[in-house]
Nanobody
Framework: QVQLAESGGGLVQTGGSLRLSCAAS????????MGWFRQGPGKERDFVAA????????KYADSVKGRFTISRDNAKNTVYLQTNSLKPEDTAIYYC??????????????????????WGQGTQVTVSS
């Protein structure tokens, strides 16, 4: 199975930016579709962004569209989430997740928690007002 480790979180002011990284190990990274989710204080874990195994398809939650960008570097076994124009409501623990997909599903992305069997431990993002 694949192991995931997030990094890049921290404390930032409103309007600031952070680049989150998720490093994968253990299996062939390019076989996995990837996603980012977040869980704010007292809230459920919600979808943020997803990218297909071939990187050709992406999907964003409406709340982050135009501000966040998901990307992947299969040579570095890493998926990124560039977060710009951060708001206090973006404060959350950010998790990356992985789902093995077939070659024929190379352009598919996944947006639901139950679709991802593999999860990282999360990285805290705090946006001060």
């Amino acid at each position: 199975q694949v192991q995931l480790a997030e990094s890049g979180g921290g404390l930032v002011q409103t309007g600031g930016s952070l680049r989150l990284s998720c490093a994968a190990s253990g299996r062939t990274f390019s076989n996995y579709a990837m996603g980012w989710f977040r869980q704010g204080p007292g809230k459920e874990r919600d979808f943020v962004a997803a990218i297909s195994r071939n990187g050709g398809s992406t999907k964003y939650a409406d709340s982050v569209k135009g501000r966040f960008t998901i990307s992947r570097d299969n040579a570095k076994n890493t998926v990124y989430l560039q977060t710009n124009s951060l708001k206090p409501e973006d404060t959350a623990i950010y998790y990356c997740a992985a789902r093995e997909s077939t070659y024929w599903d190379g352009s598919s992305y996944y947006t639901r928690l139950y679709e991802y069997p593999y999860w990282g431990q999360g990285t805290q993002v705090t946006v001060s007002s």
